[in-house]
Nanobody
Framework: QLQLVQSGGGLVRPGGSLRLSCAASGFTLEHYAVGWYRQAPGEEREGVSCISPSDTGTYYEDSVKGRFTISRDVANNTVYLQMNILKAEDTAIYYC????????????????????WGQGTQVTVSS
């Protein structure tokens, strides 16, 4: 079965850290660009970060630059999003998605370019 399975997330205090995982099954994730997106209540889904196939580049939105890090673990067919210095405004449901495009920052904002989507995971930043 071709799918992305997410894990991680949860409740954290402002300034804390979380790591999200996006594991692929049935296909080789390294050959795909992977994007992370988030959707806060009442808001549109927005891009957060992406990584190009074979780690040829990464991209971060200004809102998370310097705080979030996207990385790929080829052996485990997984992409991670390390989130540090979390803020209340980072609260959202986070989704990963994969698509056959490069460079990722040129295409990942168009969600229809992704072939696979994770199930979403809640991140809540609150004291």
């Amino acid at each position: 079965q071709l799918q992305l399975v997410q894990s991680g997330g949860g409740l954290v205090r402002p300034g804390g850290s979380l790591r999200l995982s996006c594991a692929a099954s049935g296909f080789t994730l390294e050959h795909y660009a992977v994007g992370w997106y988030r959707q806060a209540p009442g808001e549109e889904r927005e891009g957060v970060s992406c990584i190009s196939p074979s780690d040829t580049g990464t991209y971060y939105e200004d809102s998370v630059k310097g705080r979030f890090t996207i990385s790929r673990d080829v052996a485990n067919n997984t992409v991670y999003l390390q989130m540090n210095i979390l803020k209340a405004e980072d609260t959202a449901i986070y989704y990963c998605a994969a698509g056959p495009y490069t460079p990722c920052q040129r295409y990942y904002h168009s969600r229809q370019n992704n072939n696979y989507w994770g199930q979403g995971t809640q991140v809540t930043v609150s004291s």
